[in-house]
């Protein structure tokens, strides 16, 4: 009997993710399409570091699924001579009435996670690199760490490649068409134009989901924007303070600007900071302006001037990536409602790398049979939600 050939369009952090977890399984012909390189920055799948942290102030429903994304990434960490996921600590923080730091609460008190409360004086005492507000809630995390991205998706690929997948870098896919029970993608290949027919579809295209779903499913287009975000690395006179050896920890503070977070010094690039406000809205992925220019670092330079001022130094990175965000901030994933052999995945809000080891496993699953074991985990997720 002749395998199922399922084709993945948009191999980031969900898609690598699904062609490994489909390759791995090793009951389908596996074909991944990306319109550009491996390691590109046209996404949102790059920049050093991404966090991951148990308490989701984003939803307390999303706890389930971090503990089996944990357990993946545990797995794939297990299979690698690189890090590509550390377990370090985080240290969140507001001021008084934060709804990230209530939402943090929730989550901890709802499912048990051992988030411990810091008074000021232990803040000052464990992290002195901090100059936070003595009335602000400030909590730590143990659950919680940070994932590379770039050396994760390789990771991915070559997991794929050693499994026989058909992986092509450099191919759009110029049209997705639906035929009968199966579908068509249009692809350009080398420079020309050609169809290829497959069972069932995986779309994880990012920024360029809008785009794809336009004619396939509007009403879903519709609840789609693309926005430009900054990070920035700072090169710190303290840098000894700053580093894993120093066990300074993952970062975000809610001040009443902005939710700002941040890394230590993974890899000699020093401080990372980034802001989780939405940024500047442009309406197709090609527009984003790479450049990063003083003024879009100003907020996180300020930012650490007041908060972490020995981090402050001259910059010595900067850059931009795409956040593709749902008009509700969650993600959507599911069958397609009129052509149910395609599986969408997007848009991840600026938050969802740090599910992709689980959301692979899920979206294959869906592939394969239309439905998964975890539907229970990803319900609140749903294309036809109202929320």
Same mark, same amino acid.
């Given at each position: 009997?002749?395998?199922?050939?399922?084709?993945?369009?948009?191999? =980031?952090?969900? !898609? #690598?993710?699904? %062609?490994?977890?489909?390759?791995?399984?090793? *009951?389908?012909?596996?074909? @991944?399409? &990306? +319109?550009?390189?491996?390691?590109?920055?046209?996404?949102?799948?790059?920049?050093?570091?991404?966090?991951?942290?148990?308490?989701?102030?984003?939803?307390?429903?999303?706890?389930?699924?971090?503990?089996?994304?944990?357990?993946?990434?545990?797995?794939?960490?297990?299979?690698?001579?690189?890090?590509?996921?550390?377990?370090?600590?985080?240290?969140?923080? =507001?001021?008084? !009435? #934060?709804?990230? %730091?209530?939402?943090?609460?929730?989550?901890? *008190?709802?499912?048990?996670? @051992?988030? &411990? +409360?810091?008074?000021?004086?232990?803040?000052?005492?464990?992290?002195?690199?901090?100059?936070?507000?003595?009335?602000?809630?400030?909590?730590?995390?143990?659950?919680?760490?940070?994932?590379?991205?770039?050396?994760?998706?390789?990771?991915?690929?070559?997991?794929?490649?050693?499994?026989?997948?058909?992986?092509?870098?450099?191919?759009?896919?110029?049209?997705?068409?639906?035929?009968?029970?199966? %579908?068509?993608?249009?692809?350009?290949?080398?420079?020309?134009?050609?169809?290829?027919?497959?069972?069932?579809?995986?779309?994880?295209?990012?920024?360029?989901?809008?785009?794809?779903?336009?004619?396939?499913?509007?009403?879903?287009?519709?609840?789609?924007?693309?926005?430009?975000?900054?990070?920035?690395?700072?090169?710190?006179?303290?840098?000894?303070?700053?580093?894993?050896?120093?066990?300074?920890?993952?970062?975000?503070?809610?001040?009443?600007?902005?939710?700002?977070?941040?890394?230590?010094?993974?890899?000699?690039?020093?401080?990372?900071?980034?802001?989780?406000?939405?940024?500047?809205?442009?309406?197709?992925?090609?527009?984003?302006?790479?450049?990063?220019?003083?003024?879009?670092?100003?907020?996180?330079?300020?930012?650490?001037?007041?908060?972490?001022?020995?981090?402050?130094?001259?910059?010595?990175?900067?850059?931009?990536?795409?956040?593709?965000?749902?008009?509700?901030?969650?993600?959507?994933?599911?069958?397609?409602?009129?052509?149910?052999?395609?599986?969408?995945?997007?848009?991840?809000?600026?938050?969802?790398?740090?599910?992709?080891?689980?959301?692979?496993?899920?979206?294959?699953?869906?592939?394969?049979?239309?439905?998964?074991?975890?539907?229970?985990?990803?319900?609140?997720?749903?294309?036809?939600?109202?929320?």
């Amino acid at each position: 009997m002749a395998k199922k050939r399922v084709a993945v369009v948009g191999l =980031g952090a969900m !898609g #690598s993710s699904t %062609v490994s977890a489909l390759a791995r399984d090793g *009951e389908a012909e596996v074909f @991944g399409f &990306e +319109r550009f390189q491996l390691g590109h920055e046209r996404s949102s799948h790059h920049g050093e570091t991404r966090a991951i942290r148990m308490a989701y102030f984003e939803g307390s429903f999303y706890v389930d699924l971090l503990r089996l994304a944990f357990d993946k990434w545990d797995e794939l960490q297990s299979s690698s001579s690189d890090v590509l996921f550390n377990r370090v600590k985080a240290l969140e923080g =507001g001021f008084p !009435g #934060s709804d990230m %730091v209530d939402g943090i609460l929730e989550a901890d *008190e709802k499912h048990q996670l @051992g988030v &411990e +409360r810091l008074t000021n004086t232990v803040v000052r005492e464990r992290y002195p690199q901090f100059e936070i507000p003595s009335d602000w809630t400030v909590v730590l995390e143990h659950q919680a760490g940070y994932l590379r991205p770039e050396l994760i998706i390789k990771k991915y690929v070559e997991i794929a490649d050693k499994s026989q997948a058909n992986l092509q870098f450099g191919c759009p896919v110029l049209a997705i068409e639906p035929r009968g029970s199966g %579908v068509a993608l249009h692809l350009m290949e080398d420079g020309r134009r050609s169809v290829k027919e497959f069972d069932s579809v995986v779309l994880t295209a990012g920024p360029w989901m809008k785009d794809m779903l336009a004619d396939l499913l509007p009403e879903l287009a519709a609840k789609l924007k693309l926005t430009r975000q900054v990070s920035a690395w700072f090169e710190s006179p303290q840098r000894n303070n700053f580093n894993l050896e120093s066990e300074f920890p993952v970062f975000a503070l809610q001040t009443q600007d902005d939710i700002f977070y941040g890394f230590p010094d993974v890899t000699g690039q020093g401080v990372k900071i980034s802001s989780h406000k939405v940024g500047d809205e442009f309406a197709h992925p090609v527009d984003r302006d790479d450049t990063v220019t003083d003024a879009d670092i100003e907020p996180l330079l300020n930012f650490a001037k007041t908060y972490l001022p020995g981090a402050v130094g001259p910059t010595t990175h900067r850059k931009s990536c795409t956040y593709t965000n749902s008009h509700d901030g969650h993600f959507f994933i599911g069958l397609h409602p009129r052509y149910p052999q395609i599986v969408l995945a997007s848009p991840c809000s600026g938050h969802g790398f740090k599910f992709a080891s689980i959301f692979g496993p899920v979206l294959a699953e869906l592939a394969m049979t239309g439905t998964t074991k975890y539907q229970n985990e990803i319900k609140e997720f749903r294309l036809d939600r109202t929320r």
